[in-house]
């Protein structure tokens, strides 16, 4: 069991550039969850996908971020004219579908934009 | 809309020393409970989780918790800490959607010797 992978690890960026985050899954998860997190707290859930469809967005996914699972596998989180405020990790997870199913975490992607 | 509390934002606690994580939680409908453990620099893993069932279910690294429908709440406990326990762990609540968990703001647990 592979685990959850994200990269890259750690991204510093200028204000009003654009970044991009990639999350391979667990094999065989058919559901991909991005979350954001900020020092002191929780994570915050963003968008999630079954298989390659988006189910559901955040009201904090605002219209400079998109994601996207083309093939049902990997899944990217594009961030556009990157904000101080963006600074956060962004975490990435899958699980099985179903009620209850533990969401595995891989273990970020920290965005610093100066 | 589920939510949760966790009561305490930092618990400094002594090695060998027991030790509870508040969490209490609000849902109108049915609830999957969670605890997570993130060390520094990573990402979280799952210590418990509570379907159905049992009410006291027991986790990784001698963690257990308990889940108490009449006061809506799910604290984590630990009869003896390490120095390793240093962490900081967050309750979490989910509906019939894995999609909709919610996390807590988090408690800072640490452990001195």
Known sequence: ?114 | AQSVTQLDSQVPVFEEAPVELRCNYSSSVSVYLFWYVQYPNQGLQLLLKYLSGSTLVKGINGFEAEFNKSQTSFHLRKPSVHISDTAEYFCAVSGDNNNDMRFGAGTRLTVKP
């Open chain 1, 1 to 114: 069991d592979t685990g959850v992978s994200q990269d890259p690890r750690h991204k510093i960026t200028k204000r009003g550039q654009n970044v991009t985050f990639r999350c391979d899954p667990i094999s065989e998860h058919n559901r991909l969850y991005w979350y954001r997190q900020t020092l002191g707290q929780g994570p915050e859930f963003l968008t999630y996908f079954q298989n390659e469809a988006q189910l559901e967005k955040s009201r904090l996914l605002s219209d400079r971020f998109s994601a996207e699972r083309p093939k049902g596998s990997f899944s990217t989180l594009e961030i556009q004219r990157t904000e101080q405020g963006d600074s956060a990790m962004y975490l990435c997870a899958s699980s099985r579908r179903g009620s209850g199913n533990t969401i595995y975490f891989g273990e970020g992607s920290w965005l610093t934009v100066v």
